[in-house]
């Protein structure tokens, strides 16, 4: 325990024992003592977050700071049992020597009142001290507060990080935080790659099971890589290509003589249906009828020639009357020429 040099007021530390603590063996860790304790009052379990927070809160710097202010709080009480003890050997003292004068008591106060001044001045140097210790200790104290709070953020995203990776980015608990985002990205980054190789092997059997497809449909061989497959089935595709085109085109110049031979009918066909109903327009009535009955004379169907027949439908096909010159066939008895028309009928006619 500290104490106050009387001399120089100052506290005074003793010095630390040194104590030497013997190595455990088997022999004294299994005892018949130790065996029957564990067995009887077994240690508790230890607290893994306890643990932590008393390693965060009592750091060897923390211990001395508490140690500093321990060490001034007794120095404070050990002066005023001084002060306590001092006052009483001297009113003990001064009844058995001095006896109760007047004198005697003067002395007693002056000595009592010079122990009380003294003792309270080393008492307030004390008490700045011990208020200036208290203060460092609970800086300290703060701060390693603080720390620890941030360390178990740390570990909970640390824990987050584990579970989300699901154990497999070789991420350790007592990794920092830093520590584990590298191997949480690392890994990410190499899943991601393995699902793009995954998916990118999928595509190619795919592809390749399609090429197969076709080769079976042809009957051929599906042996072979995805290059020897698409060799086979180019080769085929040329061939049957060959033939398509060979085909395509005989099909071709088919239809198009079929064009040709359905025009030169449609323009014949034209050509009679005209003729029939130019003929038909040009009577003087009835010539709807006629066409209907005599369609087959000009090798038509009535169904044929109905559709023109509507309307006005005589106009587009009558022929435009031509002028004819009135024929002077002589003179009447009034001497005038005597002027007739196609019909006969006369007619004045002036050249």
């Known amino acids: 325990m500290a104490s106050i040099d009387s001399t120089t007021g100052k506290i005074v530390t003793p010095p630390t024992p040194t104590i030497a603590i013997p190595a455990p063996t088997a022999s004294t860790v299994y005892s018949a003592p130790n065996i029957v304790q564990a067995a009887t009052s077994p240690a508790l ?19 001395a700071a508490r140690n500093s202010v321990s060490e001034l709080q007794n120095a ?27 004198a005697s008591m003067n002395l007693i106060g002056r000595q009592v009142g010079r122990a009380s001044e003294l003792s309270s001045n080393r008492q307030a140097a004390l008490g700045d001290q011990l208020s200036a210790a208290t203060a460092y200790l609970q800086g300290l104290e703060n701060t390693r507060k603080e720390q620890y709070q941030v360390y178990t953020q740390e570990k909970q995203r640390i824990q ?29 980054e ?47 595709n040329k061939e049957a290509y060959e033939k398509t085109k060979s085909r395509s085109d005989k099909e071709w110049e088919m239809k198009v003589a079929s064009f040709n ?41 009535e169904s044929d020639v109905t559709p023109y027949l509507v309307g006005n439908w005589g106009d587009g096909y009558r022929d435009t009357p031509k002028t004819v010159a009135p024929k002077k066939i002589g003179v009447d008895s009034n001497g005038e020429d005597i002027f007739v028309d196609s019909d006969g009928n006369r007619v004045e006619w002036v050249d």
């Open 160 to 188: 987050e990080l584990i579970a989300q990776t699901g154990n497999k980015a070789g991420i350790s608990p007592t990794d920092t935080y830093e520590v584990a985002v590298e191997k949480a990205y690392k890994w990410q």
């Open 261 to 301: 031979k359905s025009m030169n009918d449609t323009d014949k066909k034209g050509t009679k249906i005209t003729a029939l109903l130019t003929k038909a327009a040009n009577m003087s009535s009835g010539g709807a009828e006629w066409a209907k009955k005599n369609a087959s004379l000009y090798g038509l169907k």
């Open 45 to 63: 379990p230890v607290n893994q977050a306890v643990e932590e927070y008393n390693a965060y809160m009592n750091t060897p710097e923390l211990t």
């Open 76 to 102: 404070i009480n050990s002066e005023r049992a001084g002060l306590r003890n001092t006052t009483t050997g001297l009113e003990y003292q001064n009844d058995n020597a001095l006896g109760t004068t007047g």
């Open 190 to 236: 190499d899943e991601k790659k393995k699902e793009e190789k995954k998916a990118e092997e999928a595509k190619k059997d795919a592809y390749k099971e399609s090429l197969k497809k076709e080769l079976r449909a042809m009957g051929k061989s599906t042996k072979g890589s995805i290059k020897d497959l698409e060799k086979k089935l180019k080769k085929e």
